[in-house]
């Protein structure tokens, strides 16, 4: 696809997170693999509701910006290294290769992992199996187990990490477990 076009659509995507709630200000990440180890992301610092096709960073798979910039922390980028690193080593895990991540602060989903019971590492199904999650953004091991065997995991003091083949498949991602974590918290049911 047309780097200008995967511009314009990791754009759009951050917008509507936004609109939707899902990302507050320059808060959370999205990212698209454009060509193999290139990476566009959303920059730090930057309000999600109006980023321009230009604003966006592009790096390699260690976070570095290729266009000579200060790049991007470690502890904001390791989620998403890993799951482009998954692919990387295990080529179509899950069917079809990771080609975009997305890192967003999705308020139901975080009030659902706070009423799990202590040393749950689980949350309650939600589309149709439990959402792995973890205390430790650095917790590579987890990430990665998590990543292998489901397209999400929610990292607390992150948010929930979606993966997909496309920037459209980890968008709805996202949607489906915010908006399943929202009926499961108004059924009042226990995770």
């Known amino acids: 696809m047309d780097e200008q076009l995967l511009r314009e659509r990791v754009c759009q995507g951050a917008q509507q ?41 592009t790096v390699d798979l260690g976070g570095l910006d290729m266009n000579g910039g200060p790049g991007l922390a470690s502890d904001l980028w390791r989620p998403h290294r890993i799951a482009y690193q998954i692919e990387r080593e295990t080529p179509g895990v899950g069917s079809q290769a990771i080609r975009a991540t997305v890192l967003v602060t999705s308020p139901a989903l975080t009030a659902l992992v706070r009423q799990q019971a202590p040393g749950t590492r689980e949350v309650a199904a939600l589309c149709g199996a439990a959402l792995p999650w973890t205390d430790d953004p650095a917790d590579e091991p987890a990430i990665r187990l998590a990543l292998e065997n489901r397209r999400a995991v929610f990292i607390r003091g992150s948010g929930l990490l979606a993966v997909g083949h496309d920037l459209a498949s980890a968008l709805n991602l996202v949607e489906h477990l915010e908006q399943a974590a929202y009926i499961t918290l108004l059924g009042g049911r226990k995770p």
């Not at 060509?35 to 960073?57: E, Q």
């Open 17 to 57: 997170l936004w609109m939707r709630g899902l990302l507050a200000g320059d808060g959370g990440l999205v990212s698209v693999e454009s060509h193999r180890r290139r990476f566009l992301v959303t920059p730090p610092g930057r309000r999600r509701s109006d980023l321009l096709p230009a604003d966006l960073m």
